[in-house]
Nanobody
Framework: QVQLVESGGGLVQPGGSLRLSCAAS????????MGWYRQAPGKQRELVAS??????NYGSSVLGRFTISRANAKNTVYLQMNSLKPEDTAVYYC??????????WGQGTQVTVSS
């Protein structure tokens, strides 16, 4: 089992920045990738960014604005979000994959971009 705890969400004005954190505990040795997804009201959950030991992958809507990083010693993954837009408003979920078809989810953290 893997437990994921997210933090860092909140309310920010358009053009602002936020950093999300996700700390993993439990069977962390089994994790081979971590990432962030988001879900806005009435929309499907979508990939924001993911990271393995070798590379990072981003959704097209956040490319160039968001940066994912991982601190292995702290079992933590971060999402630095810059130049935020109202359409970035969503619940952001941390994900940890232990195989291609098996993963774990955090409880979600709300990000609201509004003036």
């Amino acid at each position: 089992q893997v437990q994921l705890v997210e933090s860092g969400g909140g309310l920010v004005q358009p053009g602002g920045s936020l950093r999300l954190s996700c700390a993993a505990s439990g069977s962390i040795f089994s994790i081979y990738s971590m990432g962030w997804y988001r879900q806005a009201p009435g929309k499907q959950r979508e990939l924001v960014a993911s990271i393995t030991s070798g590379s990072a992958n981003y959704g097209s809507s956040v490319l160039g604005r968001f940066t994912i990083s991982r601190a292995n010693a702290k079992n933590t993954v971060y999402l630095q979000m810059n130049s935020l837009k109202p359409e970035d408003t969503a619940v952001y979920y941390c994900n940890a994959q232990v195989s291609a078809i098996s993963g774990y989810w955090g409880q979600g953290t709300q990000v609201t971009v509004s003036s």
